[in-house]
């Protein structure tokens, strides 16, 4: 309060969708230190190592989740990591997990993470439910190698020289 900065998200519980008393315990601790500095959400970050999860346990993780949610009174927000490895890859499929399960939860949509994910393009406008989405966050990439070879290092600040169309990726929304 003291600078006037907010702490909009704490990063991440992983592997939600793989939810073990681990996770579960992990999500508590999170979720009281997102109450204490303020945070007014908290990510969840699906499995991304090659492992295929079946829709229906993310949707029970999804449910389970949203109990300690509301507990706190903390925001979940669902990244889909955009990945080959990732279990959950699409915003537009993650919508559908959410309302599957019931669940006040909303997607968090990186720009870096969705140009990863090679199909994004093809549902988003027509599919995406722009008030189920939580939180945009943007990041640029320059490389211009093909996004399989992408990785976090890639990640820059936005510049002109940005391959991903940031600004076009946002007016759509």
Same mark, same amino acid.
């Given at each position: 309060? #003291?600078?006037?900065?907010?702490?909009?998200?704490?990063?991440?519980?992983?592997?939600?969708?793989?939810?073990?008393?681990?996770?579960? #315990? #992990?999500?508590?601790?999170?979720?009281?230190?997102?109450? +204490?500095?303020?945070?007014?959400? &908290?990510?969840?970050?699906?499995?991304?190592?090659?492992?295929?999860?079946?829709?229906?346990?993310? !949707?029970?993780?999804?449910?389970? @989740?949203?109990?300690?949610?509301?507990?706190? $009174? %903390?925001? +979940?927000?669902?990244?889909?990591?955009?990945?080959? !490895?990732?279990? &959950?890859?699409?915003?537009?499929?993650?919508?559908?997990?959410?309302? $599957?399960?019931?669940?006040?939860?909303?997607?968090? @949509?990186?720009?870096?993470?969705?140009? &990863?994910?090679? /199909?994004?393009? #093809?549902?988003?406008?027509?599919?995406?439910?722009?008030? =189920?989405?939580?939180?945009?966050?943007?990041?640029?990439?320059?490389?211009?190698?093909?996004? /399989?070879? @992408? =990785?976090?290092?890639?990640? %820059?600040?936005?510049?002109?020289?940005? !391959?991903?169309?940031?600004?076009?990726?946002?007016?759509?929304?």
């Amino acid at each position: 309060e #003291k600078y006037g900065l907010e702490i909009v998200t704490i990063h991440a519980v992983y592997p939600f969708n793989q939810l073990t008393e681990e996770v579960v #315990k #992990k999500t508590e601790g999170l979720l009281r230190d997102a109450q +204490g500095v303020g945070a007014r959400a &908290l990510v969840l970050c699906p499995l991304n190592d090659g492992t295929i999860v079946p829709p229906g346990v993310t !949707v029970e993780a999804i449910k389970r @989740l949203s109990d300690l949610f509301a507990r706190y $009174d %903390i925001q +979940g927000l669902v990244e889909p990591l955009g990945y080959s !490895v990732s279990s &959950l890859r699409s915003a537009v499929w993650a919508q559908q997990l959410i309302r $599957d399960a019931g669940s006040p939860v909303k997607v968090l @949509l990186d720009t870096f993470l969705r140009h &990863l994910y090679d /199909e994004a393009e #093809k549902v988003f406008a027509s599919r995406i439910d722009i008030s =189920a989405i939580g939180l945009v966050h943007l990041s640029g990439v320059e490389d211009t190698r093909p996004t /399989e070879a @992408l =990785a976090d290092e890639q990640r %820059i600040m936005l510049s002109e020289k940005d !391959v991903m169309q940031n600004y076009q990726q946002v007016q759509r929304l």
